[in-house]
Antibody, heavy 117, light 107 residues
Framework: EVQLVESGGGLVQPGGSLRLSCATS????????MHWVRQAPGKGLEWVSR????????NYADSVEGRFTISRDNAKNILYLQMNSLRAEDTAVYYC??????????WGQGTLVTVSS | DIQMTQSPSSLSASVGDRVTITCRAS??????LAWYQQKPGKAPKLLLY???RLESGVPSRFSGSGSGTDYTLTISSLQPEDFTTYYC?????????FGQGTKVEIK
């Protein structure tokens, strides 16, 4: 069974940092591109970042470029999102998602990040 | 970035009704369009990809159509579990962008 489990969310002050993790199982992690998608409270879905299967290729939304870093550990089957210089507008549920060329077929349950003083 | 305009933002319908949700892209997607269902407090679930291909396990009452910039999700006969929110998404180019969502409510 394919599973993605996010962790690392919480309450952080503006300007602070958090590292999200997405532990995966049930599939060959190193064969898939992985993405982070977020959803602000009561709002729609926003793509955040992606990483290719061997870590050499990453992309970021303009809203997080230069502040967030996506990475992965293919030996441990874990995806990461390092978030620095956090802002109130980064408050959201963050989902990791497994990407096919045709969309996301598996998602984690999400982890809530709240940026507030 | 490709902009996705989804309509309506909400609709009211009854069990058994046929409903249609539309998504318009700011440029040709060459059928690189997916639809997701999201229930409150849960992650989105893939329903259709490549405009009209049904994801494994998804009921056949869900169907998709379209081409170019205009795409449609149709639910042929609404069931109680279908009253929730739906999103379109383009994966033609990065950033993969979503429509604003359509909330299907009980009339």
């Amino acid at each position: 069974e394919v599973q993605l489990v996010e962790s690392g969310g919480g309450l952080v002050q503006p300007g602070g940092s958090l590292r999200l993790s997405c532990a995966t199982s049930g599939f060959s992690f190193s064969n898939y591109w992985m993405h982070w998608v977020r959803q602000a409270p009561g709002k729609g879905l926003e793509w955040v970042s992606r990483i290719n299967n061997d870590e050499y290729y990453t992309n970021y939304a303009d809203s997080v470029e230069g502040r967030f870093t996506i990475s992965r550990d293919n030996a441990k089957n874990i995806l990461y999102l390092q978030m620095n210089s956090l802002r109130a507008e980064d408050t959201a549920v963050y989902y990791c998602a497994r990407a096919r060329p045709s969309g996301y077929d598996y998602w984690g349950q999400g982890t809530l990040v709240t940026v507030s003083s | 970035d490709i902009q996705m305009t989804q309509s309506p933002s909400s609709l009211s319908a009854s069990v058994g009704d046929r409903v249609t949700i539309t998504c318009r892209a700011s440029q040709d997607l060459s059928n690189s369009l997916a639809w997701y269902q999201q229930k409150p407090g849960k992650a989105p679930k893939l329903l259709l990809y490549a405009t009209s291909r049904l994801e494994s396990g998804v009921p056949s009452r869900f169907s998709g159509s379209g081409s170019g910039t205009d795409y449609t999700l149709t639910i042929s006969s609404l069931q109680p579990e279908d009253f929730t929110t739906y999103y379109c998404q383009q994966y033609y180019s990065i950033p993969w962008t979503f429509g604003q969502g359509t909330k299907v409510e009980i009339k």
